[in-house]
């Protein structure tokens, strides 16, 4: 019997088939699983089709994120097959075969990884080619582009394979409203014009990597709650930087005032780094 491949998602999810990167489905980077069903219709009848052997996988759209380097390719959402009695093989993974045997359809759970970018989720039955996808992203909804050019000099773009300044200048609103806040205040005291605003997020959210591994550093610019703000000796803002001496000042001000994180080891909050201070909110 001819057949062809369709994907449902999770009744509870609420989410259905979408074209490709219409994204209607956000899974927070690292958060718990959802779960599909794939099964198999008839071309012509449009019923079920049992014991029908299909493929499923887990798939990135390269460069969605800014993440433009390749090599390595980024790490993708895992899958788990829910029936162990179906013989998935392997029985997780981005890519797992398996059959909807006497089910009618084969589980799975898909669990979002750390990289922020667009991915989505294919079922290909493996007799006839034929499949079905849904698209989804990984990151944070809450996240939006964060430009004063009043106060800020943004900085810090094309330098890591991430696009230029429009990509790495995205925070939540409460933490973007702190810093503004705390600008507006560190300018009045020491009479600046402006500073620079350096890594806040990519616009999803999600691995921040600098050196192309999808590793750290960077590990506290996932969320859209952290900021680097050049000082002295920072190759980058030649012209408003934040001088050694004053940084210390600017560091207590926004943390006794205007609510940021706490000095803490690793700069898990506040600090201040060789070339810049790199603050941290944890607000909601």
Known sequence: MPRMLMLALAAL????????????????????WDTYWAYCQGLNTGQIVYNCPLMIETANYPGT???????????????????????CSPYSGTRIYGNT????????????????QAERVAATATETGKGNYLDYVVGYKDIYWNDHPEIWQ?????TTNHGDN?????????????????????LATFQQQK????????????VFDLNNNWYQPHTFHRKGDSVDIPTTAANQCPSYKVPDANA????????????????QGNCGGSCIESNHIHFRWNVP
Request: net charge neutral.
């Open 195 to 206: 500073i620079c605003t350096n890594d806040m997020s990519l616009p999803f959210g999600g």
């Open 154 to 158: 943004q900085v810090g773009g094309s």
């Open 248 to 263: 210390p000042v600017f560091l207590n001000m926004c943390i006794n005032k205007h609510q940021a994180m706490p000095v």
């Open 101 to 116: 045997s006497s089910f009618g359809s084969v589980p799975f759970d898909l669990y979002p990884g750390q990289v922020g």
């Open 13 to 32: 999810s609420g989410c259905g088939i979408v074209g490709a990167q219409t994204y209607n489905k956000f899974y927070t980077p690292g958060s718990g």
């Open 166 to 186: 429009q990509y790495n200048h995205w925070m939540k609103s409460a933490p973007a409203y702190r810093l503004y806040d705390c600008t507006l205040e560190y």
């Open 65 to 87: 994120n800014a993440h433009y380097h390749y090599n390595p390719p980024a790490y993708v959402s895992n899958m788990i097959c829910v029936r162990r009695e179906q013989q």
